[in-house]
């Protein structure tokens, strides 16, 4: 009977240590070859993809049992063998949540609750393993394409309501139909693999997992639109998905899959760009000057790049999980696409990366119009430590803050903008009750004011001028017509940026705002500032009593106010029974 | 540009790559570097200084034997990544790009390395270590001190 273990050698789970697990993995399988022999027995160790669990890499799957083993290290490695060949499952290497015991992946919740289509041959198959690829329906999108005319295949994006993945959500076969009927001799298509959002990491998965999925998406959009050149741009924190981007490109040349005549029908090439460290390069139009050589500073549309795009040709851009999708679509067509969603704007899944203080983070692929609430609870496992959830963020830098009260909203396109958010490239980090809204407002206009390109004025300097303003409100010294100039400033930043990012980086300071406002009313000036003197015997009280949790200190020693998270309430002065309080 | 109707991607479309390859080969870019290009490719030496500005990914000063890049990506930031950073400061006494009076670190904020899942997370000598904690970090510094010291008694 063959058997094979499958480690996935992704980015994240390298950085647990499954490379030495793999190793580890081989070497004991190679020990006991003789043993197998004997017993009719073949295993096989192969890399895989990420499955996407992240929370207890490195993970070990055995086929064809299906059995999931967690948080393996190097010494683990020779039992699973072991348990391979004695035909037995270990026990104390299991999943567990909440006290239950998971053998197969398949039972574990975090996978049984998602919608794998995207996902399907992450943790599954090798990622640069063109017969893996092929054997598990690669190129049948492809092969159904070229025998379709260029506009019936844009009919069918249209049909299955694709809306692009990197952000904006435009209609990708509308968008490809500009390209496909742009004049000019030489059309360009561009992957935006610039995944520049922090807390979205599921393209680097997709790049680094399944990469021909990817490629085979381009190379339809090729043959859609009459593209014959593209250039895929990964961003450089990504040393690993550009090795295997790289590694892929050249084996699908070898196969005749780009280059002259692919497949009888187009020709296609395409080249690898390396960004350079810089958020804004993931606007599209910025990206292009990046690719020329330029500073990553956003053009003025119109002109669309459809009509002139790089190099002054019309181009086409998607991101990495819109052309993963194309292949799917082709190969099982847009009735399919469609189901998968919600019966509004767009079909299909959605890629999530749950992150903060999530207990299982990850990347996970769940239906068009699932409410937040199963992502958090039922397949994230709620919070770590048991706290209470504040909110979430979701869409990067370009997204907003939503309350816990929102979370049984449906994640789509719609409701996510109606809430003043957006899915952006599907970061949802969720927060818990010890984490200030103020705080993030900060840090996120800090990201911005760094990543701004300077090129506008509304962008350049009111993103510093509203972070100043929200300094001055954590630190109590802003009044309430500070919170009415920060919200006036928000929506002109809004309303008067030049691209995409810029409109949307004032997202996070208005939907606090609007969810979180009493904590910036708080802060107003007015209220007094507590300070604890040598008086403090100790008795602890203050600490038990403060509603914010504003005070340190172990009990007989002198305690101290923590002023970023004080509110100024007083309880705490009007507690002490030793005058050890001073109001200023 | 235009050469018979086919766009040839040379000279300045590729001074990007060109800063790319020498950032990593010599682990910085020189202000020599810079006019060698700018007089090879013809790009005034204002409009490189540009570039290299605008784009984080590029060093213009030596840096230590260890480059360590703390993540700042949003879950790291949830997660503490500062603790890092404090850890770092006690440890090595550096903050943000400064390199260590002995030369062996140099500390870098870098905008998410898209391991978020493990955060916090910092990268050194292109190695991600994850779950980083002020104690594991400070460890990972006084090992790194102590086999460099070990080098040092050796030569």
Known sequence: ?584 | MEKEGKTVIAGESRVLEMLQEINKNEGYISRERLSSISRELGIPLSLLYGLVTFYNQFNLATSGRYTIEVCEGTACHINKSSEIKRAIKDAAGISVDETSSDGLFTLRDVRCLGACALAPVLRLNKKIYSKMTYEKTKELIFKLKKEAEGEAKLK
């Open chain 1, 1 to 584: 009977m063959k058997h094979i273990i499958r480690v996935c050698t992704c980015t994240g789970c390298q950085a647990n240590g499954s490379l030495e697990v793999f190793e580890g993995l081989c070497r004991a399988v190679s020990g006991r070859k003789k043993e197998c022999e004997g017993k009719g027995i073949e295993i096989e160790v192969k890399e895989t993809g990420c499955t996407g669990l992240s929370e207890t890499v490195p993970n070990v799957l055995v086929e064809p049992s299906g059995i999931l083993y967690v948080n393996v290290n190097e010494d683990k490695a020779e039992r699973i063998v072991d348990s391979v060949i004695n035909n037995y499952v270990i026990d104390e290497m299991l999943f567990e949540l909440d006290g239950k015991k998971y053998g197969k992946l398949t039972d574990v919740p975090f996978f049984a609750l998602q919608e794998r289509v995207l996902l399907a041959r992450c943790g599954y198959t090798t990622p640069l393993s063109l017969s893996d690829y092929i054997e598990s329906g690669g190129f049948e999108g492809l092969k159904a394409a070229v025998s379709m005319k260029q506009d019936e295949i844009i009919d069918i994006l249209k049909r299955a309501k694709l809306r692009g993945r990197g952000g904006a959500g435009f209609l990708t076969g509308i968008k490809w139909r500009f390209l496909k009927n742009a004049k000019g001799n030489e059309k360009f298509l561009i992957c935006n693999a610039d995944e520049g959002d922090p807390g979205a990491f599921m393209d680097r998965s997709l790049l680094e997992s399944d990469p021909f999925a990817v490629l085979e998406g381009m190379l339809i959009g090729a043959y859609a639109t009459g593209a014959t050149r593209s250039f895929i741009y990964i961003r450089e924190e990504y040393p690993l998905a550009i090795d295997k981007v790289k590694t892929a490109i050249d084996i699908l040349k070898e196969n005749g899959y780009l280059g002259n005549n692919v497949l009888e029908k187009f020709s296609f090439d395409i080249e690898i760009r390396k960004g350079a460290g810089a958020f804004v390069c993931g606007e599209e139009t910025a990206l292009m000057n990046s690719v020329e050589g330029k500073r990553g500073q956003p053009r003025i549309k119109p002109p669309f790049p459809a009509e002139r795009g790089i190099f002054g040709k019309p181009t086409n851009i998607n991101n990495v999980k819109t052309y993963a999708f194309v292949p799917l679509i082709l190969r099982n067509g847009p009735e399919w696409f469609l189901d998968k969603g919600n019966g509004k704007s767009s079909g299909g899944t959605l890629l999530i990366c749950l992150t903060g203080k999530i207990r299982l983070n990850g990347v996970v692929e769940v239906k068009m119009g699932t409410a937040l609430r199963k992502v958090i609870y039922d397949i994230g496992g709620g919070l770590k430590s048991g706290k209470r959830l504040k909110g979430v963020q979701t869409g990067g830098p370009s997204g907003g803050c939503i309350p816990e009260a929102l979370i049984d909203t449906e994640i789509d396109y719609e409701s996510m903008q109606e809430l003043g958010s957006i899915i952006g490239s599907g970061g949802i980090i969720c927060i818990d009750e010890d984490d200030s809204i103020i705080d993030l407002c900060i840090f996120f206009l800090d990201f911005l004011e760094k990543e701004s390109c300077g090129q506008c004025t509304p962008c350049r300097e009111g993103i510093i001028q509203m972070k100043d303003l929200i300094i001055k409100i954590k630190e109590r010294k802003a009044s309430e017509q500070d919170i009415a100039m920060l919200e006036k400033l928000a929506v002109y930043v809004r309303d008067n940026s030049l691209c995409g990012l810029g409109q949307t980086s004032p997202n996070v300071v208005l939907s606090s705002l609007k969810y979180f406002r009493d904590e910036f009313e708080r802060r107003i000036s007015g209220k007094p500032v507590f300070k604890i003197n040598e008086k403090c015997t100790g008795c602890h009280l203050c600490f038990l009593k403060c509603p914010v949790k504003a005070i340190n200190g172990s009990p007989k020693e002198i305690h101290e106010i923590i002023q970023e998270k004080c509110i100024g309430c007083g309880i705490c002065y009007d507690v002490c029974k030793f005058q050890a309080i001073d109001k200023e």
